[in-house]
């Protein structure tokens, strides 16, 4: 065979291959290119989507947190609040019943005061008898003296 013939088969067929590539082989790879395109077009648009959703949910956590920390603070101060109010009631309380204690005290002191008192002018007025039966040398009958006695014991 000769050159020129093998260069014009060569040509033809390579004109063929070229055909059938370009009907066959190249839609379906070109297809295959746009939808890869637009696979990852679609995945960068929702990653931008979930920026935006992840700066959102951010501001809200923040916004929870905030709102948190102030309802902590409320009761914190609360707390705080009634812990002094106990306190001073506790105090209030203690100081009532000190001072109940105390009056408890002061009257079981003044009946001991009104008691050693009583006993201590029925002492002085045996006393005084006693004395006044040695002076006078004789007996005196309680029963018979006895208005002069109570007379006595009073003044005492």
Not at 7 to 34: E, H, M, S, T, W
Not at 87 to 96: F, P
Not at 112 to 126: F, N, Y
Request: glycine share 6%.
């Amino acid at each position: 065979m000769n050159l020129g013939m093998t260069l014009l088969l060569q040509g033809i067929g390579f004109f063929i291959f070229l055909f059938v590539v370009y009907k066959f082989v190249l839609p379906p790879l070109a297809d295959a290119v746009d939808g890869r395109r637009r696979q990852i077009a679609d995945g960068l648009a929702e990653a931008e989507k979930g920026k935006a959703s992840l700066a959102t949910a951010q501001k809200e956590v923040d916004k929870i947190i905030a709102e948190a920390k102030a309802k902590a603070s409320e009761i914190v101060a609360l707390a705080e609040k009634q812990r002094t109010a106990t306190i001073d009631a506790s105090k209030g309380e203690a100081k009532a019943a000190g001072d109940r204690e105390k009056q408890m005290a002061a009257d079981e002191i003044a009946q001991l005061s009104v008691k050693a008192k009583a006993e201590l002018r029925d002492r002085v007025a045996d006393l005084a008898v006693a004395g006044a039966e040695r002076i006078l040398k004789r007996e005196i009958n309680p029963q018979v003296h006895s208005e002069l006695l109570g007379q006595l014991k009073a003044e005492l």
